[in-house]
Nanobody, 114 residues
Framework: QVHLVESGGGLVQPGGSLTLSCVTSGGPFSTYTMYWNRLWRGRPGKDREWVAVISPAGNANYADSVKGRFTISRDNAKNTIYLHMNSLKPEDTALYYC?????WGQGTQVTVSL
């Protein structure tokens, strides 16, 4: 069983920055393609979005909504991926969770507000 635990969320003002972490255990982390996703509550029609992906080799790709503002990275020695978020906007407010192709964590809340 693979376990994923996110941390680093919190309250930040618009234009601010946060870095999220996701520690993985129970599987061969270095072989996993890893994802950051986000979930909005009470938003009919589109309640979740894929944010970023990083391959085992470290190649990254991003949703258009975060491109140029967010950076995904990984540290295979620590079984950890990160999401560095800059220039945060109120619409970035969401529950952020990491995942493999089969498993996901419980998430960490990010709130962007004055």
């Amino acid at each position: 069983q693979v376990h994923l635990v996110e941390s680093g969320g919190g309250l930040v003002q618009p234009g601010g920055s946060l870095t999220l972490s996701c520690v993985t255990s129970g599987g061969p982390f270095s072989t996993y393609t890893m994802y950051w996703n986000r979930l909005w509550r009470g938003r009919p029609g589109k309640d979740r979005e894929w944010v970023a992906v990083i391959s085992p080799a470290g190649n990254a790709n991003y949703a258009d909504s975060v491109k140029g503002r967010f950076t995904i990275s990984r540290d295979n020695a620590k079984n950890t991926i990160y999401l560095h978020m800059n220039s945060l906007k109120p619409e970035d407010t969401a529950l952020y969770y990491c995942s493999t192709q089969e498993y996901w964590g419980q998430g960490t809340q990010v709130t962007v507000s004055l």
